[in-house]
């Protein structure tokens, strides 16, 4: 029964669960006509990026809401009444710290733990525990930082949320602007710019909804810290006039006594010190190992985006490469194809003028057989010549013979030269 009944306070006191009951309430006044203010409807339901948006401020306005609340019953329950009484002329001995310890306890018990209370215990349990009040300065002072840093700490989800608002703005901001680029067709200006307009609405309007919200959120926390700031300055005061001047330093007085009280301000001291070491160690820790694993984050982010841009300068080279390579392949057949074509077809230029060649060498040697015959022939003539010209210088008719042999010399010159051409 305890554990349901924690169950149901931590979810009753959870500003997701009421960011989510606020948010309901609001979108279902919206969509079913109590909220009809066009500019609510515009800026908070026209796309899923200002429900998410409004759902974040919600969450955070609740996790403030409930710290209000929290420290407004805790301001009325230490402005109500005064835990260990009024104080007395005399200064209270260390042995009645057991008393004021079980008043506390049936304090908490009807009105719940406050801070005021935890203190105030705090104090009391060092008093009793070390027999003496001498070291109370030192644990009012460290009790009242560990207030300070606690409250500074409960403020995380609000500040992730201020941080996160704007980066769901920027994110519509994005989405707008990316469809309004998708639908922009600059063939059809006219038909696309109704697309484009609503782009470029969606992404004006979620960056200005979680600009507003943000600084609204903003301005509330600051109240709301202010708020918190002056009640720890009234539990201070309320614990300091509790407590201080109450119990009696020691029971011995002299040097003994001195010594005793210096050995244990020296011991608080260095408790002190060894805590807050401690708790440096740890921070310098946590810093160290959340810087190295960004780290880490960052060189694989960065080796896998340079591992991509090589491959896909390398691809986009190769491509390049190939159709140059292509390119240069066709160039070189083309102009081996000329070549080829040009030396064939002087091949056979070649051809026919050594046909021709052949043909002329072919009429040269029958010319010159033809000569050769011919020569015969005149050497025959010739000799007969020679026997005619005997004859004819017998028979005393020289000249006329010389005539007719000059002639037919002649013609049969003519003759040859004919045969020859």
């Not at 063939?187 to 309007?205: M, P, V, Y």
């Amino acid at each position: 029964m305890r554990r349901l009944w924690f169950w149901v306070s931590c979810l009753f006191w959870s500003p997701i669960f009421w960011g989510g009951v606020v948010s309901f309430v609001f979108y279902s006044a919206i969509r079913n006509g109590v909220i009809e203010h066009p500019l609510i409807v515009r800026y908070f339901d026209s796309h899923p990026i200002e429900n998410c948006t409004a759902f974040m401020f919600f969450a955070g306005l609740s996790a403030l809401a409930i710290k209000f609340i929290h420290t407004q019953s805790e301001q009325t329950k230490l402005r109500r009444q005064t835990l260990l009484g009024k104080r007395g002329q005399l200064k209270t001995p260390i042995s009645e710290v057991g008393n004021f310890l079980a008043r506390i306890d049936a304090y908490e018990k009807i009105y719940g733990r406050t801070r005021h209370s935890h203190r105030l215990q705090l104090v009391l349990e060092l008093i009793n525990r070390d027999g003496t009040s001498d070291a109370l300065d030192n644990e009012l002072r460290y009790l009242a930082e560990e207030d300070a840093v606690e409250i500074d700490s409960s403020y995380g989800l609000v500040r992730l949320v201020l941080w996160a608002i704007p980066m769901v703005g920027f994110l519509g901001t994005v989405i707008g602007i990316t469809y309004a680029l998708g639908n922009l067709d600059l063939n059809a200006i006219q038909e696309s710019s109704k697309a484009l307009s609503a782009g470029l609405a969606i992404a004006f309007d979620t960056t200005a909804l979680a600009i507003a919200l943000d600084l609204v959120l903003y301005f509330v926390q600051f109240l709301i810290y202010r708020v918190e700031g002056n009640f720890l300055r009234e539990v201070d005061k309320a614990v300091n006039d509790e407590i201080r001047g109450r119990f009696e330093l020691s029971d011995k007085l002299g040097d003994d006594g001195q010594v005793t009280a210096f050995r244990r301000i020296l011991e608080t001291l260095l408790e002190s010190i060894e805590q807050l070491t401690l708790r440096q160690t740890k921070i310098w820790e946590q810093s160290m190992s959340t810087a190295n694993q960004r780290f880490s984050q960052l060189t694989e982010q960065n080796a896998e985006i340079l591992k991509r841009s090589l491959a896909e300068a390398l691809a986009e080279n190769i491509k390049t490469h190939a159709n140059q390579l292509v390119e240069s392949g066709n160039e070189v057949l083309n102009a081996s194809k000329e070549s080829a074509q040009t030396i064939a077809k002087s091949f056979q230029q070649n051809v026919a003028a050594l046909s021709l060649l052949q043909s002329g060498i072919i009429k040269q040697t029958d010319a010159i057989q033809n000569i050769a015959e011919t020569s015969g022939h005149l050497i025959k003539l010739e000799e007969r010549l020679k026997e005619n010209l005997a004859t004819i210088a017998q028979t005393g008719n020289f000249e006329e013979t010389v005539n007719s042999l000059t002639a037919a010399i002649h013609l049969l010159s003519s003759k040859q030269l004919r045969a020859v051409i």
